[in-house]
């Protein structure tokens, strides 16, 4: 096998090149290739220099994300940077692209950096739970103190190279010519005959010890949820590169990399990760998307409105159509609303909001979205009303036109059929619970063509959505069941700021109750309990707060909670079905609420309405604001263990079976000895 490390002489300087597409991530065989070039061009009397660059779009942007939780391979990074410093020749690292963690880190350990002016570089593993674990918490604080070192590592942002320049984390930053500005550094170095210095003997960063110290004083006392101690052992780490010997710090990095690591948190977060990349693997994946300049909105209600922001946003073309005249003013006046809201919080300058809204037409009428590439259609949940306006679709849309649904409930082969176009027909449903979570779910029928899928993959992306593809509702689906088990705990005996308070402290970003108005619960208590729907309807109680909206936790559920009405409600309920309050503890909110989704996860699996696993739990991650670095409620059921799972599952379902009976899809996992994990794929 070829290495994707090469190296070659030129005029006596060794120029060593890592090609590894897509991001020439550090696993086994880039290490072991560098680890071969570095030692044969030390040992060549024909090398006065090395220089270190990597082709394609990027110098490594960090270790090979796979290779974690497997057995590590010899070379190790550490050993390489450790290998690459103590180099008696000059080592110089010419960055371009995204030189992040692992590559970073390698960087340093070479004697010069320079980076191409469109470079960008950082410490970005606190975002996978880690911290930079190849001797970036003991080289950096060397170079930048810890203030800065800390800004990066905490923070896990990338920062521009000029701005890396001004901190010291480089040496110089070219506009173009990187390489050959390398080999001329190289050479000046060569010439000039000093040698070179370490980044482990280097000590600008600890010029003043007491600025140093409150630097790590202050990153301490950022709280971190305890599940999450990444921050907390990187203040540690750099703290050590002031205190401790650099051999001996290194040995403390490394101690501390591990022990996150093994984290649950480190698990999750880089499941994440994978799952998030792994949304784009679709049959559809590699077909060539339509263009789409101009958008079709039908209904400007709270998903059609926030459909044509965004889409404004983004520079497209819109037509708003509403039922008539009237809807339409009002539909248009809220989307001016949200408009002058954004430009009051700073969020958008007032030429923006005029630039969009020039790209914004509205009518009464469904031909003039004659022109329109793509239409989603967002009206009330009426199959008839959606059916009816597919059909007008079929007649008036351009040959060629998307035409999508954002229905989070219905048959969208229906509508296909209504439209006459099945081909081009797909569901398109934004979700919007959580403002600016970005998720898109496109529903797909045995018929829609590869080619809507992935137009309304790239529109989503335009958008600033990721795209989840499945064959019918999936998110709803799975709040559905998260809900109902939240509400069977309300009927056993719990209250709404309770359930919340406990949901939240797992992590999630809202609350059950949170975002519900009474008739809200009701709808949503309704899919298992009608019940509690009927009561409230009979009393005609409608728009009456039960959390003021998820944003102002905790203002919300307090109410919620002071709510007499909602928990009255909620007795005469319990009293109804018979059923006795008894206490119900946080522990069994967290535990009940998770099963309901491993439920609805198997099922929604065993029907095929999602392709794998981590499209589950990137949906909720995005759409429900269940925790990241938990991974979502599929990789929770692996980390609990398939069979305690199961167990937990079988005693509850005699209490609504309904909702708590797996698909035999679990057993078979079981059998087979599987997880959830192995449906995943690369
Ligand atoms: N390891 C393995 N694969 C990686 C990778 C990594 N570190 N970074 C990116 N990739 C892969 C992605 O999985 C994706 O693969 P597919 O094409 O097969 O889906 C491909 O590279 C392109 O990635 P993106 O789709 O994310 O492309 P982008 O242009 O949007 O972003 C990026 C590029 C900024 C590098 C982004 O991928 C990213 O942030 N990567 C993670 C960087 C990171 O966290 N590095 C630190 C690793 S931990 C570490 O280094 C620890 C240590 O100290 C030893």
New binding site residues.
């Given amino acids: 096998m070829t290495s994707p490390v090469t190296w070659e002489n030129r005029d006596g300087i060794a120029l060593i090149t890592i090609d590894s597409p897509?991001?020439n991530?550090l696993g086994h065989a880039v290490r072991a290739g560098l680890w071969e070039a570095v030692e044969a061009a030390e040992a060549d009397p024909a090398v006065r220099a090395l220089v270190i660059t990597a082709a394609g779009r990027?110098f490594p942007?960090?270790?090979?994300?796979?290779e974690f939780g497997k057995p590590p391979q010899a070379p190790l990074?550490p050993d390489l940077c450790d290998r690459i410093e103590v180099c008696t020749k000059p080592v110089i690292a010419a960055l371009h692209g995204?030189a992040?963690?692992?590559g970073l880190?390698l960087a340093l350990a070479a004697h010069v950096r320079i980076a191409h002016a469109k470079a960008r570089v950082g410490f970005?593993?606190i975002?996978?739970g880690?911290l930079?674990?190849?001797g970036?918490t003991q080289r950096a604080p060397r170079l930048i103190g810890a203030e800065q070192a800390l800004q990066l590592m905490t923070g896990g942002r990338p920062v521009r190279a000029a701005d890396a320049l001004a901190m010291g984390l480089l040496d110089g930053v070219v506009e173009d010519g990187l390489t050959e500005a390398a080999l001329a550094l190289a050479a000046d170095l060569v010439a000039d005959g000093t040698a070179p210095v370490p980044t482990r003997d280097r000590t600008e960063g600890f010029r003043n010890p007491q600025v140093y110290a409150e630097a790590i004083a202050a990153a301490r006392r950022q709280p971190h949820p305890p599940e999450q101690p990444a921050a907390t052992r990187i203040a540690d780490c750099v703290e050590a590169a002031l205190l401790l010997p650099f051999e001996a710090g290194l040995a403390y990095e490394r101690a501390a990399f591990e022990e996150l690591q093994a984290t649950p948190a480190a698990r999750g977060l880089r499941h994440a990760f994978l799952s998030e990349?792994r949304l784009s693997k679709t049959p559809e994946a590699g077909t060539e998307a339509r263009p789409v300049e101009h958008l079709g909105v039908i209904g400007g209600g709270r998903t059609g409105a926030a459909l044509v922001l965004s889409a404004l946003s983004a520079g497209l073309r819109v037509t708003l159509v509403e039922r008539d005249h009237d809807a339409l003013i009002a539909a248009l006046e809220r989307i001016a609303d949200i408009h002058e809201a954004e430009v009051a919080r700073g969020r958008l300058t007032p030429e923006k909001r005029d630039e969009d809204w020039a790209r914004l037409a509205g009518s009464a009428e469904l031909p003039r979205l004659a022109e329109a590439e793509m239409i989603v259609e967002a009206v009330p949940e009426d199959l008839g009303l959606k059916a009816e306006i597919f059909s007008q679709l079929g007649r008036v849309a351009r040959p060629g036109a998307i035409l999508a649904s954002a229905t989070a409930a219905l048959d969208i082969a229906a509508l296909a059929t209504a439209a006459g176009r099945p081909a081009d027909t797909l569901a398109f449903r934004p979700w919007t619970e959580i403002p600016r979570s970005g998720l898109v779910e496109l529903g797909v029928t045995p018929r829609t063509g590869a080619e809507a899928v992935a137009t309304a993959t790239a529109l989503a992306a335009r958008l600033g959505h990721r795209a989840v593809r499945a064959t019918g509702p999936l998110l709803g689906r799975m709040m559905g069941a998260w809900a109902a088990a939240a509400d069977g705990l309300l009927l056993a005996g719990s209250t709404p700021l309770r359930i919340d308070t406990a949901l939240r402290g797992y992590g999630y970003r809202r609350g059950r109750y949170q975002a519900e108005d009474l008739i809200g619960l009701a709808t949503l208590s309704g899919l298992r309990r009608p019940g509690l729907a009927d009561g409230l309807a009979a009393r005609g109680r409608t728009g009456c707060a039960v959390g003021a909206g998820w944003f102002d936790w905790p203002e919300g559920t307090r109410r919620a909670q002071e709510n007499d009405e909602v928990l009255a409600l909620v007795e005469a309920e319990r009293q109804r079905h018979g059923l006795p309050s008894r206490p119900v503890g946080e522990e069994e909110i967290v535990l009940s609420c998770l099963l309901a989704l491993i439920a609805e996860g198997t099922r929604v699996l065993a029907d095929e309405t999602a392709l794998r696993p981590s499209d589950i739990d990137m949906a909720l991650m995005i759409g429900l604001g269940f925790p990241r670095w938990r991974g979502g409620p599929m990789l929770a059921a692996d980390m609990m263990g398939l069979l305690d799972a199961k167990n937990a599952l079988a005693a509850l379902a005699p209490e609504n079976p309904e909702l708590w009976t797996p698909a035999d899809l679990l057993a078979d996992l079981l059998k087979n000895g599987r997880s959830f994990e192995d449906l995943n794929g690369i």
Avoid: K, M, Y
Wanted: glycine share 20%; proline share 12%; hydrophobic share 40%.
């Fill in positions: 897509p991001v991530a990027s942007a960090g270790a090979d994300i796979r990074l995204t992040l963690g692992g880190e970005p593993e975002n996978l880690l930079p674990g190849a970036g990349r």
